[in-house]
């Protein structure tokens, strides 16, 4: 089955503590994508990358970190820079000239 | 700075109905438009896009259509089902890169 994946569905850690969320898929395409929900924000753009061992900040970077050293995979580190890390956090991919796929998401709470 | 905008977070339709839901954009150099619908907990779920070069797009029951003097489009769903009740995000693209702006959501709810 192709898909993306986002593992695990639901993340608390304590305050301070980085913590990272997986993200693979395995449908060959170049781009991916890492946004995050907030209740009446829609969708924004943390990180996007457009080929493996390349990255570029989205509009909401700070207190975010990526890395892209597969193809498959493009896991998303929220540090304890990151000033309100709850969130809805949602990755896709994207063929080229076609849609964008999500994953099913990861909801992150900070205790 | 918001540049795509759903000024209507919330819609409530009648099963069988005509359901509308808007969008509007600050930038008139977005070149393809999305409608992506999405469940609680889950993620979106492309539903149907458009060009910028053309007004109309249908795709069985959803139709979009894209008013650029206006900086405008809408998503018609006929007929309403209650199925279709979820939140639902127009996007648009900037450039060649794919990267998405995506709206606020309008939730839309299909009453039996």
């Known amino acids: 089955d192709g898909g993306i994946t986002q593992s695990p569905k639901y993340l608390f850690r304590k305050e301070g503590q980085n913590v990272t969320l997986s993200c693979e898929q395995n449908l060959n395409h170049d781009a991916m994508y890492w946004y995050r929900q907030d209740p009446g924000q829609g969708l924004r753009l943390i990180y996007y990358s457009q080929i493996v061992n390349d990255f570029q900040k989205g509009d909401i970077a700070e207190g975010y970190s990526v890395s892209r050293e597969k193809k498959e995979s493009f896991p998303l580190t929220v540090t304890s820079a990151q000033k309100n890390p709850t969130a809805f956090y949602l990755c896709?991919?994207?063929?080229?000239?076609?849609?964008?796929?999500f994953g099913d998401g990861t909801r992150l709470s900070i205790l | 700075d918001q540049q795509v905008k759903q000024n209507s977070p919330s819609l409530s339709v009648q099963e069988g109905r005509i359901s509308i839901l808007n969008c509007d954009y600050t930038?008139?150099?977005?070149?393809?438009f999305l409608w992506y619908k999405k469940y609680p907990a889950e993620g979106p779920t492309f539903l149907i896009s458009i060009s910028s070069i053309k007004d109309k797009n249908e795709d069985g029951r959803f139709t979009v259509f894209l008013n650029k003097s206006a900086k405008h489009l809408s998503l018609h769903i006929v007929p309403s089902q209650p199925g279709d009740s979820a939140v639902y995000f127009c996007?648009?693209?900037?450039?060649?890169?794919?990267?998405?702006?995506f709206g606020q959501g309008t939730e839309l709810s299909v009453k039996p």
């Open positions: 996007a648009a693209i900037l450039y060649q890169g794919g990267k998405l702006i």
């Open positions: 896709a991919s994207r063929p080229p000239n076609q849609p964008q796929h």
């Open positions: 930038n008139s150099m977005f070149d393809y």
